[in-house]
């Protein structure tokens, strides 16, 4: 069993749906359908890293996306939320050769939310805080990688961008 600490990053954002509209342009959905003909036709890794990197403007891609507001509104609730999984395929190949358990990470879990209030947010957990964890200073090495492009994917979108990503 291990134990360590994590960093939530909650980043204020004007609105939930404009903030939402201007992050899946910049994250882009993973183009699942080349992607699998690569690995069908038994392509070379560099090929595969040549379509994530043409696929990922900014280093991360869309996993998959979901609303958890219409479902909770049957509950009463207010809250907008939608959560995303956002990552990149040749990054996490870089954790995972040294320990699959990297992949209780990556992808990362993002999430774009306002409260009844209207307060609205991006949140994210610290990259570099959980990868850091496994103990192995190369993952922990591309942890902190990932906060930088984390740090520059907030920056292109035009949010502060938590001290955090950038002192790691």
Do not use: K
């Not at 609303?67 to 990054?91: K, S």
């Not at 209030?117 to 993952?139: N, W």
């Not at 907030?154 to 955090?164: M, N, S, Y």
């Amino acid at each position: 069993m291990s134990t360590f600490p994590v960093r939530r990053l909650d980043v204020a954002v004007p609105s939930a749906s404009d903030f939402r509209q201007r992050y899946e342009a910049a994250v882009p959905r993973v183009p699942e359908e080349e992607l699998e003909a690569l690995v069908r036709n038994g392509a070379a890794w560099s090929e595969i890293t040549e379509l994530i990197d043409s696929a990922a403007p900014h280093g991360f891609m869309l996993f998959t996306e979901n609303e958890a507001h219409p479902l909770f509104r049957r509950a009463g609730d207010q809250a907008v939320c939608y959560w995303y999984l956002m990552g990149n395929h040749t990054i996490a190949e870089r954790m995972y050769r040294h320990d699959p358990r990297t992949m209780l990470y990556a992808p990362l879990r993002t999430v774009i939310w306002e409260n009844e209030a209207g307060a609205a947010c991006f949140s994210v957990d610290q990259p570099s805080t959980h990868f850091a964890g496994l103990g192995i200073p190369e993952v922990a090495r591309v942890g902190v990688e990932l906060d930088r492009r984390l740090a520059a994917l907030l920056a292109f979108l035009g949010t502060d961008v938590p001290q955090e990503l950038l002192s790691s």
